[in-house]
């Protein structure tokens, strides 16, 4: 069995060592020469340091970031409304944690290259034919190749999804985010979410999470109507104007938002792919089959959690029963995340008509942290 993965960001990276771990032979094919990824922070839970301690990566992840106790909603001063502690994930790795996306990436670069898994930078693919029982693939550089399978790993604006599912394109939920890394306050050890409800003229929440002993990142997830676009230079004045009210902590951290060059902004754009996330011998994984908005942290936990599960199905040698078995395993579980992540952003532009943020975060945090 041989697989291509386009794709080497954290779903296709995970996949590969997975894939790795069981003798399947793979490559993975990136198009982005320098292969860099965004200096933004993300939040991850129990269920994504399980999925990583199985491809060998756990300890490695936790010592490139922070494991913080959990997290709380508080109201716009910083007072405590409701906690929500993490317990220990698995092998006394820590259920919370924050890291940066460039230590995440490296985490798993690190390991591909160990295990010497053929990775192509710079290249991508231009044609696909399905044969039935192996797929053609046509690449930028000029070169060819034959696989048993090709895995679509290449995020929410995925060109192997358009390829195979052409009607299916991410479509804007109504809010966007904003993220900007400062310095951590000493003794910060919780990841806070401040409840907006119209807040300062802007319907959505904020708050931050930290992500190494001296950084955190604070975020704002709001309503942009119009899905606007904002002129590079306008950044930092636009995401302190969203943060603006807002006490304790935050109010603080806002403060330090200056430089409109290291804002990260992006509209939240999700696609939801029906069952079955496959055709033929080309499958989806992570963003490209299930992009969510960020509610719930659990982005690159989905990815991972993906990569684990198809490399055990493959693992066993039967191409379409491991599809089967991986849409199973996966889909429900996929879809609560997603359609959970985009209600909670559903109430936040909607305060009149909300649900208990508080319950649903709770309930699905619980239920994750169950095993696959």
């Not at 999804?161 to 993220?179: H, L, S």
Request: a negative charge; glycine letters at 12%; one cysteine or more.
């Amino acid at each position: 069995m041989t697989i291509c993965i386009i794709g080497g960001g954290v779903a296709g990276l995970a996949l590969a060592i997975g894939l790795h771990q069981r003798g399947v032979a793979c490559e993975v094919v990136e198009r982005d020469k320098d292969w860099k990824v965004y200096h933004v922070g993300i939040i991850v839970q129990a269920n994504f340091v399980r999925a990583l301690n199985a491809l060998g990566v756990g300890d490695a992840a936790v010592k490139a970031g922070y494991a913080y106790r959990g997290a709380r909603f508080v109201d716009v001063n910083g007072n405590t409304i409701a906690e929500l502690p993490g317990d220990t994930a698995v092998d006394g790795l820590p259920s919370d944690l924050g890291l940066t996306r460039p230590a995440l990436h490296k985490v798993l670069t690190d390991k591909v290259k160990e295990l010497g898994i053929p990775v192509r930078l710079g290249v991508t693919f231009t044609t696909m034919e399905d044969y039935g029982d192996h797929v053609e693939l046509g690449f930028s550089d000029g070169t060819s190749g034959s696989y048993d399978l090709v895995v679509g790993a290449d995020g929410n604006y995925s060109a192997v999804r358009k390829a195979i599912f052409p009607e299916a394109t991410p479509k804007f939920t109504g809010q966007g985010v904003w993220r900007y890394n400062v310095p951590r306050p000493e003794g910060l050890e919780w990841s806070d979410i401040y409840i907006g409800n119209g807040h300062n003229g802007f319907n959505g929440k904020a708050g931050y999470c930290p992500l190494t002993p001296e950084e955190m990142y604070i975020f704002a997830v709001v309503e942009e109507k119009g899905n606007p676009r904002f002129a590079p230079e306008t950044l930092a004045d636009e995401m302190r104007a969203r943060l603006a009210g807002y006490g304790g902590i935050l109010g603080e951290a806002a403060k330090a938002v200056t430089d409109p060059a290291l804002v990260v902004y992006r509209p939240l754009e999700a696609c939801i792919m029906p069952d079955p996330w496959h055709k033929g011998r080309v499958v989806l994984i992570g963003d490209a089959a299930h992009s969510a908005t960020p509610h719930l942290g659990q982005g690159a936990a989905m990815a991972v959690e993906d990569a684990v599960v198809l490399a055990e199905e493959l693992g066993q040698g039967d191409i379409p029963a491991a599809l089967r078995a991986f849409m199973e395993r996966r889909f429900e579980r996929a879809k609560l995340v997603g359609t959970s992540s985009i209600q909670l952003g559903e109430w936040e532009m909607h305060p009149e008509s909300a649900g208990d943020p508080v319950e649903v975060t709770d309930r699905i945090r619980k239920k994750l942290a169950e095993p696959v």
